[in-house]
């Protein structure tokens, strides 16, 4: 069974740092495209960051470069974000998703992935 389990949020100051992690079971994560994804309230889902499968290649939204950064460890099948200089307008509740096949590029596409975790609230504030 594909489970993507999201976590590592909680409350930090603005200008904090916080990183993410996105923990997969009943696949190999290294083989598939995984991106993050995050939605506020009142707001649309936004993407956030994605990672490819065999290509490694990455994309950011531009809300978040310069600041995130996504990366992977297919030791432990766990893909990170690493969230630096945070503000109130990164509050949200962030997803991680991934796709049924194989997927050596990434895009930021919402209709690209399948498969969905719970998500993990991360809040900036003074």
């Known amino acids: 069974q594909v489970q993507l389990v999201e976590s590592g949020g909680g409350l930090v100051q603005p200008g904090g740092s916080l990183r993410l992690s996105c923990t997969a079971s009943?696949?190999?994560?290294?083989?598939?495209?995984i991106a993050w994804f995050r939605q506020a309230p009142g707001k649309e889902r936004e993407a956030v960051s994605c990672i490819g499968g065999s290509s490694g290649l990455t994309e950011y939204g531009d809300s978040v470069k310069g600041r995130f950064t996504i990366s992977r460890d297919n030791a432990k099948n766990t893909v990170y974000l690493q969230m630096n200089s945070l503000n109130p307008e990164d509050t949200a509740v962030y997803y991680c998703a991934t796709d049924t096949g194989y997927g050596s590029y990434c895009g930021l596409s919402l209709y690209e992935y399948t498969y969905w975790g719970q998500g993990t609230q991360v809040t900036v504030s003074s």
């Open positions: 009943g696949f190999t994560l290294g083989r598939h495209a």
